[in-house]
């Protein structure tokens, strides 16, 4: 695996974002969860895909749930898994292989994202750890915006903060 770094510039074409909810395309964004938050949290090694498959499973559990996945002519580079709540859809996972990073990935699934979500004329959320630089940036270059909403993760015991996206 590479470490691509916040610096690297997209080398390609931005990739093709597809709706997909089927079993591989489960098992390649947990592969995506495990590697990228291992290097986002410092850790040795990812935990195996299967570990990380009933968070995103339990995610596609609700009503509405959508797979996003973004993709190269090789291979899924990035994942979000959005759910229409009452007012507003709410972004419960995005990642990026964390050999993508800084190729624009996360750039075209948000992106995607915010036009999926005009059609529904329904505002955006997310909660990100507010200690993660990297996400942060990329969704405050995105034009979302930071609320004053913070909650503690159990797991973790990390401060999430909110972020909107009006349109």
Same mark, same amino acid.
Request: charged share 25%; no cysteine.
């Given at each position: 695996?590479?470490?691509?770094?916040?610096?690297?510039?997209?080398?390609?074409?931005?990739?093709?974002?597809?709706?997909?909810?089927?079993?591989?395309?489960?098992?390649?964004?947990?592969?995506?969860?495990?590697?990228?938050?291992?290097?986002?949290?410092?850790?040795?090694?990812?935990?195996?895909?299967?570990?990380?498959?009933?968070?995103?499973?339990?995610?596609?559990? @609700? *009503?509405? /749930?959508?797979?996003?996945?973004? &993709?190269?002519?090789?291979?899924?580079?990035?994942?979000?898994? #959005?759910?229409? +709540?009452?007012?507003?859809?709410?972004?419960?996972?995005?990642?990026?292989?964390?050999?993508?990073?800084?190729?624009?990935?996360?750039?075209?699934?948000?992106?995607?994202?915010?036009?999926?979500?005009?059609?529904?004329?329904?505002?955006?959320?997310?909660?990100?750890?507010?200690?993660?630089?990297?996400?942060?940036?990329? @969704? *405050?270059? /995105?034009?979302?915006?930071?609320? &004053?909403?913070?909650?503690?993760?159990?797991?973790?015991?990390? #401060?999430?903060? +909110?972020?909107?996206?009006?349109?």
């Amino acid at each position: 695996m590479t470490n691509a770094g916040p610096w690297r510039r997209n080398q390609g074409a931005d990739p093709a974002v597809v709706i997909d909810g089927g079993t591989n395309a489960r098992l390649s964004a947990a592969s995506m969860w495990a590697r990228a938050t291992a290097l986002r949290d410092g850790l040795p090694q990812a935990a195996p895909a299967g570990d990380k498959l009933p968070g995103i499973e339990a995610a596609l559990a @609700y *009503e509405g /749930a959508q797979l996003f996945l973004a &993709q190269t002519a090789s291979k899924s580079v990035g994942f979000a898994v #959005v759910v229409p +709540r009452e007012i507003t859809t709410e972004v419960l996972y995005l990642a990026v292989d964390p050999e993508m990073w800084g190729q624009g990935v996360g750039k075209s699934l948000l992106e995607f994202i915010r036009r999926q979500a005009q059609q529904s004329s329904k505002d955006l959320e997310l909660w990100v750890i507010e200690d993660n630089d990297r996400a942060v940036q990329t @969704y *405050e270059r /995105a034009g979302w915006t930071r609320t &004053q909403d913070v909650k503690v993760r159990n797991d973790s015991g990390r #401060v999430e903060r +909110r972020y909107t996206l009006s349109h």
